[in-house]
C-alpha cells in the first residue's frame, strides 16, 4: 500500500485508531501498513474511529488500555466520542454518589 | 561510544558543570555574577528565607548530581537554609566545594571576586575529572510534557514511550513525572508495577495526586478536550502517560530519591498532605524538569504540541514537537520533529528510534538546542514531602 496513512492506531491491541486528519463520511481509513473501514461518520483531525464493531458495554481500547466503554453498539467506522462511549471513572463516581 | 565524566562517588556524569547555588534571593544577585564569568558554571538557587527540609535536600542533591563537578554555596550568612550542612554532604561525595556567606566575605564586590577566584580554581581542578566510558544502561533519562495540544497524545509522547521502551530494554533507568495527569487511571497505572508492592505504590501515589487535584479544583476533563477529539479522562491522562512505554513500572521516588535499580520509575512530585499546604506540584515545567534532574536523570525528554523554549540547569533538555505546524514555526527550538507521524511521513517506531539515537548523541556531548542557546531554567518553590523511604 502505497498511500499514506490518515489514522494511526497507537498500540496494537486497540480497537480504535486516531484520525491524521479530517476523514469525510464514506471515505476508506488507511492505517500505515493496512486498509482501515470506510468511516460511516466524518472524523475530524484527532479523533476516533472504531476499527472493529464494539457491542454495549465493552471497552474501547487506545494506548493498549481501556479509556471508555461503548454505551451503544459500535460499528466498524464508527465515531467514537461521547455519544456512544463512557468513562469508566466517572461512571463509577455516579454510582458511588448515588 | 560515550565518555562520561567519573566521579569520585562512583557515578559518572555526560557534562561537567560548577553549580553557583544561592541559599535565598538574598545571595542571588552575587551568584549569578559569579557564574556570568564562565558557561561552565551554572547558577540557581530556593529563594525562601525560612528553611524548607524539601528545598535544602533538592538542592543538595542536584550539587551531588553526576553532571556537577563542583558546587559554590552562596550565602548570605543569616538564612534558614544551612549552607555547612550542604557542604558537608556535598564535600562527602568527594566534590570540591567552597562557601561564600556574603556578610562575612565583606558585600558584593568582594564576594564576587572571592568567588570568581574560587569558582576558577574549581573548573581547573574539574578539567583533570577522569573520562569513562558509559553505555546506555549507565544513563537516566527523565520525561515531562508541556505546552501540550491535540498531537501531544498521539505523536510526541507515544514516539517517546516507544524511545523508553528501547532505554529500558538496553539496560537504562528511566523516570516519567505527572501522577497528577493520571488521574482517573490509578488502576490502569497501578496494573504496571512489577510486583504487588510497586502496585500498593502506584495504586497511593496516584490517588493521594486524584485527593490533591480535588483539594486545588484542577479535576476535569474540559470542553476544549472534548473538541480536540478526547472522550474520557482516561483517555486524556493515558495520552500523558504514553511517554513512559509499556515495561513494567519497577518503583516509586520522591523528589531528590535516585532510582535505586534499572527500568521504568514513577516520580511523585505532589505535595504530602501538611498543615502548610503550601507547595503546587508543577507550578510550571520547569520545576518539573528538576525535579527529574534532582532524581539523577543525566537528561530530559520534554514533549510538546504547542511549543516551548525552555533547557535546565545541569541536564540537557531534548524538546520533542508533535505538532508539525508549531515544529515549522519552532525549529531552532525543537530537536525532534514528531510531527511527521501526524503527516503520516513517519511511524512511532521510527520516531522513537530516531529519539533514542539522539539520547546517545546528545550523552555523548552534542549539544541539545537549548542547552546551544543557552538556555538555563530552573525553578525551586517550598513544598513539603517525606521520602518513599522513610515511609
Known amino acids: 500500500m502505497d498511500r499514506k496513512p490518515n489514522a494511526l492506531r497507537i498500540s496494537a491491541a486497540d480497537n480504535v485508531a486516531v484520525a491524521l486528519s479530517d476523514i469525510a463520511a464514506g471515505a476508506g481509513v488507511a492505517l500505515a501498513g493496512e486498509d482501515g473501514p470506510v468511516a460511516r461518520d466524518a472524523i475530524p483531525f484527532a479523533h476516533k474511529v472504531a476499527l472493529e464493531p464494539i457491542a454495549r458495554g465493552a471497552a474501547i481500547r487506545k494506548y493498549g488500555v481501556e479509556i471508555a466503554f461503548a454505551t451503544v453498539d459500535v460499528a466498524a467506522g464508527d465515531w467514537v466520542h461521547q455519544q456512544n462511549a463512557k468513562s469508566y471513572f466517572m461512571a463509577r463516581r455516579e454510582a458511588r454518589e448515588q | ?391
Do not use: W
Open chain 2, 1 to 391: 561510544m560515550i565518555l562520561g565524566y567519573g566521579r569520585a562517588d562512583g557515578s559518572k556524569g555526560i557534562r561537567n558543570v560548577l553549580l553557583s547555588i544561592h541559599t535565598v534571593e538574598c545571595s542571588s544577585f552575587v551568584s549569578q555574577q559569579i557564574a556570568a564569568s564562565d558557561p561552565r558554571i551554572h547558577a540557581l538557587g530556593f529563594p525562601g528565607c525560612y528553611s524548607n527540609e524539601y528545598a535544602a535536600r533538592l538542592m543538595t542533591a542536584l550539587a551531588t548530581h553526576p553532571n556537577a563537578g563542583g558546587v559554590l554555596l552562596v550565602s548570605l550568612g543569616c538564612e534558614g537554609t544551612d549552607a555547612s550542612a550542604m557542604a558537608n554532604a556535598i564535600a562527602a561525595s568527594g566534590r570540591p566545594v567552597e562557601v561564600l556567606r556574603i556578610q562575612e566575605a565583606g558585600g558584593t564586590e568582594n564576594t564576587i571576586r572571592a568567588g570568581r577566584q574560587a569558582a576558577a580554581r574549581m573548573l581547573e581542578e574539574m578539567e583533570r575529572a577522569p573520562r569513562v566510558p558509559m553505555s546506555v544502561a549507565d544513563l537516566v533519562v527523565g520525561t515531562e510534557c508541556g505546552g501540550s495540544d491535540a498531537t501531544s497524545g498521539i505523536a510526541a509522547n507515544p514516539a517517546v514511550g516507544r524511545a523508553f521502551d528501547l532505554l529500558v530494554d538496553a539496560g537504562a533507568t528511566v523516570i516519567i513525572e505527572e501522577t497528577l495527569e493520571m488521574l482517573g487511571c490509578a488502576g490502569i497505572v497501578a496494573a504496571r508495577g512489577a510486583s504487588a508492592e510497586v502496585k500498593r505504590q502506584l495504586q497511593a501515589a496516584v490517588e493521594k495526586a486524584e485527593q490533591f487535584s480535588l483539594r486545588i479544583d484542577q479535576f476535569s476533563i474540559a470542553p476544549g478536550n472534548h473538541e480536540g477529539g478526547l472522550t474520557t479522562i482516561e483517555e486524556k491522562s493515558m495520552g500523558a502517560f504514553a511517554k513512559c512505554g509499556t515495561r513494567p513500572v519497577e518503583g516509586v521516588v520522591k523528589v531528590a530519591e535516585k532510582p535505586p535499580g534499572k527500568g521504568l520509575y514513577v516520580l511523585d512530585s505532589v505535595p504530602d498532605p501538611s498543615p502548610f499546604l503550601f507547595g503546587y506540584s508543577n507550578p510550571n515545567d520547569s520545576e518539573g524538569i528538576l525535579d527529574l534532574i534532582s532524581c539523577g536523570s543525566h537528561l530530559v525528554l520534554f514533549t510538546t504540541g504547542r511549543g516551548s523554549v525552555i533547557g535546565s540547569v545541569i541536564s540537557p533538555v531534548l524538546k520533542v514537537c508533535g505538532n508539525p505546524k508549531t515544529y515549522a514555526r519552532m525549529s531552532g527550538d525543537m530537536d525532534v520533529n514528531a510531527g511527521r507521524i501526524v503527516t503520516g511521513e513517519a511511524t512511532l517506531d521510527e520516531v522513537g528510534r530516531e529519539i533514542f539515537d539522539l539520547v546517545v548523541e546528545v550523552a555523548a556531548g552534542k549539544p541539545a538546542k537549548a542547552e546551544a542557546l543557552g538556555h538555563r531554567e530552573y525553578c525551586i518553590p517550598y513544598k513539603t514531602q517525606e521520602l518513599c523511604a522513610n515511609v
